[in-house]
């Protein structure tokens, strides 16, 4: 059983800044695609970006160019800088692992197996 926890969520000011940040349980988080994404009330949980075990990211779109992340596979964790943060970005955030298999989409959620508790993240105006 793998178990991912997250941290580094909290309150900023638009254009601001956070680093998520996620940890991993087991020997097997290099083979894993670990991916990011958020939840607001009332809508459903959408995805946010993703990293394959080859290192090959994806963002959705409304986070391109603002949005980064990366994994480091010696200290079994995920990370999701967030920068020029808006409001509509507030969200919960929750971190998702999975063996990566190519065939299978990285956006999908059902895909993804293991589920952080997720950190909330608000973004003031």
């Known amino acids: 059983q793998v178990q991912l926890v997250e941290s580094g969520g909290g309150l900023v000011q638009a254009g601001g800044s956070l680093r998520l940040s996620c940890v991993a349980s087991g020997r097997t988080f290099s083979s894993y695609i670990m991916g990011w994404f958020r939840q607001s009330p009332g809508k459903e949980r959408e995805f946010v970006a993703a990293?394959?075990?080859?290192?090959?990211?994806d963002y959705a779109d409304s986070v391109k160019g603002r949005f980064t992340i990366a994994r480091d596979n010696a200290k079994n964790t995920v990370y999701l800088q967030m920068n020029s943060l808006k409001p509509e970005d507030t969200a919960v955030y929750y971190c998702a692992g999975d063996i990566d298999i190519r065939t299978i989409p990285a956006r999908v959620p059902s895909r993804y197996e293991y589920w952080g508790q997720g950190t909330q993240v608000t973004v003031s105006s």
């Open positions: 990293i394959r075990r080859s290192g090959i990211e």
